[in-house]
């Protein structure tokens, strides 16, 4: 059993910053994708970034520049650092963990982006 952990949403001003983390606990195997998602109020779940455990990485062109994704393999933790807030960014994140055979979700954590 692989379970998910998301932590860090919260309240922010736009122009601030915020820092996701997932915990992945369970049988995770060496390669892997973590990612980040995220879904608006009415809207379908997006793209934020993915990386892979080689750290390989990949964003949405809405946040280049602004988010950095990044992971602690040996703690199975994913993180995304989000600079420059904009009211935009407001949506429940999502982690994922896609490896052989298993497409993970975590419960997500809210992040709101105040103007």
């Avoid at 692989?2 to 049988?27: D, F, M, N, T």
């Avoid at 933790?77 to 963990?97: H, I």
């Amino acid at each position: 059993q692989v379970q998910l952990v998301e932590s860090g949403g919260g309240l922010v001003q736009a122009g601030g910053s915020l820092r996701l983390s997932c915990a992945a606990s369970g049988s995770i195997l060496s390669i892997n994708v973590m990612g980040w998602y995220r879904q608006a109020p009415g809207k379908q779940r997006r793209l934020v970034a993915t990386i892979t455990s080689g750290a390989s990485t990949n964003y949405a062109d809405s946040v280049k520049g602004r988010f950095t994704i990044s992971r602690d393999n040996a703690k199975n933790t994913v993180y995304l650092q989000m600079n420059s807030l904009k009211p935009e960014d407001t949506a429940v994140y999502y982690c994922n963990l896609v490896q052989r055979g298993m497409d993970l979700w975590g419960k997500g954590t809210p992040v709101t982006v105040s103007s």
